[in-house]
């Protein structure tokens, strides 16, 4: 089993900067890939960002390109997710997910381990 954790989130103001951070513990895997996902209200949960194990490959959800960037320290087993320039539409519960293949990947339903979400808004 893993356990993931995020943390970092808030209510901050357009344009403004954030950083989240998500820390993986049990059984976490050594190449699995992690990503960050988001859900606004009302809406599904959509991919924001994905990171290989190594943190050499990423990928990003077009609305976020440019703007956020996703890391990864193995060595302390967490991730994390710098946006910057943050928009009203950025506003949603933002998880972490990992999984055990060293592919990454863009769907939800190919991440097998989630954590709790944590609460980002923004005003206009």
């Known amino acids: 089993q893993v356990q993931l954790v995020e943390s970092g989130g808030g209510l901050v103001q357009a344009g403004d900067s954030v950083r989240l951070s998500c820390a993986a513990s049990g059984r976490t895997s050594s190449s699995g890939a992690m990503g960050w996902f988001r859900q606004a209200p009302g809406k599904e949960r959509e991919f924001v960002a994905t990171i290989t194990w190594s943190g050499a490959t990423t990928k990003y959800a077009d609305s976020v390109k440019g703007r956020f960037t996703i890391s990864r320290d193995t060595a302390k087993n967490t991730m994390s997710l710098q946006m910057n320039s943050l928009k009203p539409e950025d506003t949603a519960v933002y998880y972490c997910?990992?999984?055990?293949?060293?592919?990454?990947?863009?769907?939800?339903?190919?991440?097998?381990?989630w954590g709790q979400g944590t609460q980002v808004t923004v005003s206009s």
């Open positions: 997910a990992s999984r055990a293949s060293r592919l990454l990947s863009v769907k939800v339903v190919e991440y097998e381990y």
